[in-house]
């Protein structure tokens, strides 16, 4: 088997209940520098976070380092299990998810259950790639197994996000079939695009940083792929649209 490739039965995992584990990816030193440059961006960013907010998202991180970033894409470990499921052409999208969050939100409820894209039009493969340990005391993201599955509601939110469970009563009672998925420095959390999942509520004080990258299967449909807002991360663009 490939290295990082899923089993079958692993993959049938990932496509029943709509995420995986993916634990030992990072190694330490990996971990430490990619955490590093996230703390240096953020506080060369400082000015622009919400100081009423806790928690400090940082996006643009292919842009703020290309050259570290290609090396966390292309992790073998990482790339194995997206070709698993993706198939062999697979692209990191710069225009979804691709930022970090430092999260504290001590005091603070959990976040809702949410969606990251409002329907499958374009898949959505979210990597969350984590920099510190991620546990219940700390708000380890929860996830709703299988919904993935559950009919397509709601309208675009403003920021182009998915919809939120708790505005649609076709999803009542949903919400709290909710499980935590605690994580290791290290580990990436793959999951559906249309899987809801929130951050856990964090009381312990401790900051948890993590980064949220996207990928998708590469459109065989598209015969102008934009290069600009996708990056290879397996295999080649390919066009196989009937044109005659």
């Known amino acids: 088997m490939k290295y990082g490739a899923l089993s079958h039965e692993q993959a049938r995992f990932y496509r029943d209940q709509g995420y995986y584990r993916l634990s030992n990816v990072f190694d330490a030193e990996q971990t430490t520098e990619i955490r590093e440059f996230i703390e240096d961006e953020a506080e060369k960013s400082s000015g ?31 790339v194995g299990a997206l070709v698993s499921l993706l198939g062999p052409n697979v692209v990191f999208v710069k225009n979804r998810h691709n930022h970090a969050t430092i999260n504290n939100r001590q005091g603070e409820p959990a976040e809702g259950m949410h969606r990251d894209i409002l329907q499958p039009s374009r898949g959505l493969m979210t990597a969350a790639v984590y920099l510190q340990d991620s546990t219940v005391e700390n708000g380890a993201t929860r996830v709703v197994p299988g919904s993935h599955n559950l009919p397509y509601v709601g309208v675009p939110q403003a920021n182009g996000g998915g919809t939120w469970m708790s505005e649609h009563e076709e999803y009542a009672g949903l919400e709290n079939q909710a499980v935590p998925v605690p994580m290791r420095e290290g580990d990436v959390l793959l999951f559906n695009g249309i899987l809801f999942h929130g951050v856990g509520h964090n009381p312990s004080g401790q900051t948890r940083t993590s980064m949220t990258l996207g990928f998708r299967s590469v459109d065989e449909l598209d015969a102008k792929p934009d290069e600009a807002r996708q990056i290879l991360a397996s295999g080649q663009h390919i066009y196989r649209g009937n044109d005659r």
């Open 48 to 78: 622009d976070f919400d100081s009423e907010n806790p928690n400090k998202k940082l996006y643009g991180l292919y842009d703020r380092n290309p050259e570290l970033m290609k090396r966390v894409i292309g992790n073998q470990a990482l």
